[in-house]
């Protein structure tokens, strides 16, 4: 049984920083690109960032302006979102997502291309 978690959300101030983490078993980590998506309410879920199977391709979202990082620990099975500078917009609910693909250079940005969801965890920024 695949299982992603996340964890590291929380309450904030603007300007603050959180790393989000995402655990994941039941499948071959490496074989997957991992992406996070957010969802504030009211709002459909939105790209966030993705990361290839080998960690060296990534692709954020335009709102992120730099000051959002994803990496991977494929040893750790673990993906992370470090987030800097953050703002009141930025509250959202946080899901990772693993999708398979065959390439080891891609990233996916669309929801229907991942295969499995975390449950998403809760960041709020208060201003």
């Known amino acids: 049984q695949v299982q992603l978690v996340e964890s590291g959300g929380g309450l904030v101030q603007a300007g603050d920083s959180l790393r989000l983490s995402c655990s994941a078993s039941?499948?071959?980590?490496?074989?997957?690109?991992l992406g996070w998506f957010r969802q504030a309410p009211g709002k459909e879920r939105e790209f966030v960032a993705s990361i290839s199977r080998s960690g060296g391709s990534t692709q954020y979202a335009v709102f992120m302006k730099g000051r959002f990082t994803i990496s991977r620990d494929n040893a750790k099975n673990t993906v992370y979102l470090q987030m800097n500078s953050l703002k009141p917009e930025d509250t959202a609910v946080y899901y990772c997502?693993?999708?398979?693909?065959?390439?080891?250079?891609?990233?996916?940005?669309?929801?229907?291309?991942?295969?499995?969801w975390g449950q998403g965890i809760q960041v709020t920024v208060s201003s």
């Open positions: 997502a693993a999708g398979r693909t065959t390439s080891t250079l891609i990233v996916l940005t669309t929801i229907g291309s991942y295969d499995y």
């Open positions: 039941g499948l071959t980590f490496s074989s997957y690109v």
